[in-house]
Nanobody, 121 residues
Framework: VQLQESGPGLVKPSQTLSLTCTVS??????????WTWIRQPPGKGLEWIGY???????YYNPSLESRTSISADTSNNQFSLQLSSVTPEDTAVYYC??????????????WGQGTLVTVSS
């Protein structure tokens, strides 16, 4: 399974950050996987943003929920992230990840290489 992020590397404050993850080697509708976005600001730890499930259901980090939307394009086997009203604090390396859970733990199985998005005027 391979995941590849794509999108602008520079976004202006107050605009919307848009990234796409192209998946190969698996279908995003395969049970029971969750197609996840995670980010890491410079010098900080990982932050889970949210996911879109194989079923199309979505779930977001409550701290980002009001600004986040994750959608899927099954015809192109892609899923996308939109984060609105960005500030410099949204500057981070953004990763797309295939994950699954067993009722107790989450497993972050396959990662994209990550893409740096800088928010700056």
């Amino acid at each position: 399974v391979q995941l590849q992020e794509s999108g602008p590397g520079l976004v202006k404050p107050s605009q919307t950050l848009s990234l796409t993850c192209t998946v190969s080697g698996d279908s995003i509708t395969t049970k029971y996987y969750y197609w996840t976005w995670i980010r890491q600001p410079p010098g900080k730890g990982l932050e889970w943003i949210g996911y879109i499930a194989y079923s199309g259901a979505t779930y977001y980090n409550p701290s980002l929920e009001s600004r986040t939307s994750i959608s899927a394009d099954t015809s192109n086997n892609q899923f996308s992230l939109q984060l609105s009203s960005v500030t410099p604090e949204d500057t981070a390396v953004y990763y797309c990840v295939r994950s699954k859970e067993d009722g107790t733990y989450w497993y972050l199985e396959h990662w994209g290489q990550g893409t740096l998005v800088t928010v700056s005027s």
